[in-house]
């Protein structure tokens, strides 16, 4: 059963960090592109960030540019975004994604409809 899995998500302080793991069981991450997605209350989802399948691009929403970092580990099929300098702004309800792509494809798509498989999330909140 193909599935991913987000954790590390948790209750911060404004400038504090905080870093998403997105494991995947069922399948190997190597041919995929995984995106990271958030949902805010009473909000439309957001693309956050997304990471080619060999981790040669990355693209970023201009609002955690500078302030959240993807990467991945292949072996350990897993995709990290790290999140510094939290704002309150930033809660919300992250998700991790994925879709079949070459391993050499030069970038990843910021569309989420693109994405094929999706986490059950995991809560983030930035507050005092």
């Known amino acids: 059963q193909l599935q991913l899995v987000e954790s590390g998500g948790g209750l911060v302080q404004p400038g504090g960090s905080l870093r998403l793991s997105c494991a995947a069981s069922g399948f190997t991450l190597d041919y995929y592109a995984i995106g990271w997605f958030r949902q805010a209350p009473g909000k439309e989802r957001e693309g956050v960030s997304c990471?080619?399948?060999?981790?040669?691009?990355?693209n970023y929403a201009d609002s955690v540019k500078g302030r959240f970092t993807v990467s991945r580990d292949n072996a350990k099929n897993t995709v990290y975004l790290q999140m510094n300098s939290l704002k309150p702004e930033d809660t919300a309800v992250y998700y991790c994604a994925s879709y079949s792509t070459p391993r050499s494809a030069p970038r990843c798509s910021s569309r989420a409809e693109a994405y094929t498989y999706w986490g059950q999330g995991t809560q983030v909140t930035v507050s005092s």
């Open positions: 990471i080619s399948p060999s981790g040669g691009s990355t």
